[in-house]
Nanobody, 117 residues
Framework: QVHLVESGGGLVQAGGSLRLACGAS??????TGWFRQAPGWEREFLAA?????????NADSAVKGRFTISRDKDKNTVYLQMDSLKPEDTAIYYC???????????WGQGTQVTVSS
């Protein structure tokens, strides 16, 4: 199974930007998604991208219009560009890949994002 590792998290002031990366240990043709989970909240789907770079965003999420997903096939990496960050974006951010049953079953360990006011 391909191993996923998130990076790019950290502490940023409100209004700032971060770019998260989800690196895969090998080439994969799977759809990759980004999720987040804040303390006391359920895990939230943010966005996904297919191998052909079709994207899907959670239209009901507060990140709509501020976060952008992309991928670099040569680097086996999927990115999440996060702009205009707000304190409520503070969470652990995870990437995950879908299996052949269209279920996210391969998860990274997560990266912490903290936005200060």
């Amino acid at each position: 199974q391909v191993h996923l590792v998130e990076s790019g998290g950290g502490l940023v002031q409100a209004g700032g930007s971060l770019r998260l990366a989800c690196g895969a240990s090998g080439r994969t043709f799977s759809t990759t998604g980004w999720f987040r989970q804040a303390p006391g909240w359920e895990r939230e789907f943010l966005a996904a991208i297919t191998w052909t770079e079709a994207t899907t965003y959670n239209a009901d999420s507060a990140v709509k219009g501020r976060f952008t997903i992309s991928r670099d096939k040569d680097k086996n990496t999927v990115y999440l560009q996060m702009d205009s960050l707000k304190p409520e974006d503070t969470a652990i951010y995870y990437c995950a890949q879908k299996n052949r049953m269209n279920v996210y079953d391969n998860w990274g360990q997560g990266t912490q994002v903290t936005v200060s006011s």
